[in-house]
């Protein structure tokens, strides 16, 4: 199995809303990232899980909270969201990180929309 | 801040021809270096990484890396239509991984 998969594909949320967004992977990966990505701009790192413990956080505000129960799952977990964080969330898996042929695989992403 | 830039484009190239896409980087820390490609409304696709200075081809497709220059390229040979999209270069350094701006790529038929 080579896939990463999300869910909900779409999400639509108000702004007192608390959602959550899942990610899965079974390649035996132990780095899992999420990503958003807003229209025609790249990827912005938001947080990356190695080995199921937070390992970076990209400044990013308390509205988001991610989680990684364990080694093939990963959630982010949203409340009191701002319109202005409407964008499509990626989540990524790779074997680990910090090594050269580290290749990151995407999930295909949340559409996530905050009224 | 490290930067991966990317010409935005758009570049048109006609189908059967070479389109080239070039990517800097300033970390020369950077250890690895991947080429993406994006649909519209689409995840990125991951089309080929390169790690050793030179050339390194998987079918159509050629990653070339001058770590000295900081310059990472990608030749697609014989373009199709469909590989109209956006490419973006991504510059891997420890547990980081930045990308790049993107490069809209249009191939006419």
């Known amino acids: 199995d080579t896939e990463v998969t999300q869910t909900p594909k779409h999400l639509v949320m108000g702004m007192t809303n608390k959602k959550s967004l899942k990610c899965e992977q079974h390649m035996g990966h132990r780095a899992m990232y999420w990503y958003k990505q807003k229209a025609k701009k790249p990827p912005e790192l938001m947080f990356v899980y190695s080995y199921e413990k937070l390992s970076i956080n990209e400044s990013v505000p308390s509205r988001f909270s991610p989680e990684c129960p364990n080694s093939s799952l990963l959630n982010l977990h949203l409340h009191a969201l701002q319109p202005e964080d409407s964008a499509l969330y990626l989540c990524a898996s790779s074997q680990v990180t910090g090594v050269s042929d580290n290749e990151q695989f995407f999930g295909p992403g949340t559409r996530l929309t905050v009224l | 801040q490290k930067e991966v830039e990317q010409n935005s484009g758009p570049l048109s190239v006609p189908e059967g021809a070479i389109a080239s896409l070039n990517c800097t980087y300033s970390?020369?820390?950077?250890?690895?270096f991947f080429w993406y490609r994006q649909y519209s409304g689409k995840s990125p696709e991951l089309i080929m990484f390169i790690y050793s200075n030179g050339d390194k081809e998987d079918g159509r497709f050629t990653a070339q890396l001058n770590k000295a220059s900081q310059y990472v390229s990608l030749l697609i040979r014989d373009s199709q239509p469909s590989d109209s999209a956006t490419y973006l270069c991504?510059?891997?350094?420890?547990?980081?991984?930045?990308f790049g701006t993107g490069t809209s790529l249009t191939v006419i038929p």
């Open positions: 970390d020369r820390g950077s250890q690895s």
């Open positions: 991504a510059v891997a350094a420890g547990n980081q991984f930045y």
